[in-house]
């Protein structure tokens, strides 16, 4: 079994940062790469920014400047820095890793909402 466990919702106002944990756990022989979503209601899922196990990153337009992502290797773990958020970056946040365990397979966290709001 494979679990992904995401950390670090909630709500902020305008301007101010939160820092978001995903932890893969299991039965796990090996990760690649690792990224985070979003989903805001009525709107498709889009990729935030993603890491592979090398270091290499990569960010969408909405997020470059403004979080970082980055990556814990010993521990399967990603975090994603957010800073001067905007109330446009409500939304549930997701982590998708690719993971070796008999076979390689996305898994997908359980999401952890995040609410920009004066």
């Known amino acids: 079994q494979v679990q992904l466990v995401e950390s670090g919702g909630g709500l902020v106002q305008p301007g101010g940062s939160l820092r978001l944990s995903c932890a893969a756990v299991g039965n796990i022989h090996g990760v690649s790469a690792m990224s985070w979503y979003r989903q805001a209601p009525g709107q498709l899922r889009h990729l935030v920014a993603g890491i592979t196990n090398g270091g290499s990153t990569n960010y969408a337009d909405a997020a470059k400047g403004r979080f970082t992502i980055s990556r814990d290797n010993e521990k399967n773990t990603i975090y994603l820095d957010m800073k001067n958020l905007k109330t446009e970056d409500t939304a549930v946040y997701y982590c998708?890793?690719?993971?070796?365990?008999?076979?390689?397979?996305?898994?997908w966290g359980q999401g952890t909402q995040v609410t920009v709001s004066p």
């Open positions: 998708k890793a690719e993971i070796l365990t008999n076979h390689w397979s996305d898994y």
